[in-house]
């Protein structure tokens, strides 16, 4: 016993000794971990106490955020290789997690995000939820596999990071077990599941095979360098795709989401629709520019645009497929659903622009402000469904009518969300939607790539089609005779969050822009790039252990 | 006497993906489908090993199929309670009765 630890140690010191400069920007994920253990530990001492559990979880969540804020500032410039394993030559082989201010931005939006969510949870669900241990562990492992998705840098992280956040997904979206939507959009969500990660572990399987390596910058760069091309590589691409797609809702790849938005609690549906979309978009994005990254003869002749285009074509396909679905939606949860699949599409034209300049900061930063600002205006809707819900007991378009005059407020502030989602000015979503816009159209000019400019038409010709789903409920709300007059009964605390969306939107939207455009460059601006020292990173794990 | 090579191996496992993208595109049993899935993972599986062997050197192949099999083994046992739950509420675990929500 002893002597094979006297060999293990070494030999495992060897191949992985974290040092404490990589732990420390990995903080927020290490206080995620302690809290779901925390909260698994919890009935021992607390004989299932109900609040306990949600407690332990927003604590968490806020020390979390806070950790996020003190760590920020430590991140390198251009970003830093987290956990590269040594080789044998003392050379570091190839790094699975990077840091850099988008990825712990991501968190700190992520952990915000979470204490609503929980805050949601404990109002509505959570006063009856017999196993809210087992609720929130599951919530909090779906939020750890999603802020490992934003710094993933190399395929088997990306896959155990998407899995991560999936398996969790497939459990809460079935919580209820007694409603048999909810059993229904669990099926649902786990059979697609399985089949799009096993298409992209398939993909990844073929990367390998071609490259080597499956380290993403090193991939790239032996791409560059004229790896193997043809037909094999676009398979394996776009197998790989379907995984990423599957997360982001991307057309072909959302059935999934109606399904599971209307199948699912309320606080599970909100927190589905920003914060999985997100972890996607920005491993997408990560991915992509890693690609951009490199230049050269064919493959800036060939497969750069090829990209370009696979990711534009998908986003088209995506937001305008999800607005015309939207248009034939009775029940608002579908709605908004289809609402946030098209959101999905918009935020995917910014993958498009792999042109190597300042193209992709800009496309980041203008994504990492949608991002905030969809997460403001969907909650607000989603919070407002939530109430109306409450008191009508249904969620159809019919529940709404005369909301206008059963409660001006909340009324209002549902106004503000629906317009600011379509991308109407004065209201932050407008402004979010043109720095898509100028980032597209700036990408296009430098690099002189039309495609480009289709698609900047196609998310102007989608916001006004889009502009008749979202104004059909403003019209209940105001034109359509309640029927009866009697006020919303909604808790007050909802009410309030809603207001406050709103209240931020209209903000966002007048004297906030420049403060928004501001903080969105700055946590973009030094993102992880990718350089020769990135690449050249030996042959991997083998290299650590190999004779 | 033949060498047995790469190419092989991925016969096997493309042999392997097909038949599970038929068998995830025609059951309509829930672990049918599941089946289906594993199969493709076990492919991806074959792939990863036998490049690893072959093309790449070293253990990352090996690896990599160590991960996948622990996360199959994960996806499957959610799934089998996602099933049984379905079949709690519904009386079978055919997917296609899965048609309450649509559109």
Redesign the interface.
Known sequence: MHETLGLTMPLLAKIWLPAAGDLRLVLPDLLLIATIVAILLAPLLSRRSLRVPGLLALLGAVVGALACWFVIGDVAASGSDLFGVAARDGSSGPAMLVADRVSLFFRMFLMVFLIVIVAMWMMTDGEREQNPHEFLTLLLASALGMSLMTSANHL?MV??AI?LAS?PS??LA?FD?????A??????Y??F???T???M??G???L??MF???HVPTLAARLATGGPGGPLLAVGLLAFFAGVGFKISAVPFHFWC??VF??ASLPVATWLSVASKAAGLLLLLRMVFAFAGHAGGEYSQYVLPTISYGVGVFAILTCTFANFAAY??T?IR?MLAYSSIAHAGYMLMAGAIVVRSSGYENAMSAVVAYLLIYMFMNLGAFMTLGLVAADTGEESMKSFAGLGWRDALTAAAMTVCLISLVGLPPLGGFYVKWWILAALGGAAREANMPFLWVLALVLALNTAVSLYYYARVVWQMYFVPPEHEKPLRAPGAGKALVVACALLLILTGTIWVRPLKSMADRYTSNMYTVSAARTDAG?????A??P | MFEIGVEHYLFVSAFV?AM?ILV?ATKRN?IG??L??EL??N???I??V???RY???????A??AM??IV?AA??AA??L???L??Y???ATID?DQ?D????
Do not use: C, H, W
């Open positions: 088997l896959i155990v899995e398996l497939y459990g079935g077990k007694f409603r048999r939507t059993a229904e959009a669990s099926v649902k786990v059979v599941g399985a089949a990660s096993g298409l572990i398939y990844a399987s073929l390998f095979g080597g390596t499956l109606p399904d209307e199948g034939r939606q029940n579908r042959d991997g794990l083998a290299a252990v190999r | 993906f599970g995830m829930a489908i599941l289906g899935a493709v993972l492919a991806a599986n792939n990863f036998a490049f690893g093309r790449v050197g070293g253990l990352d192949g690896i990599a991960f996948v996360l994960a996806e959610i799934a309670a996602i099933f739950n379905f709690n509420n519904y997917v899965a309450t929500t649509r559109g």
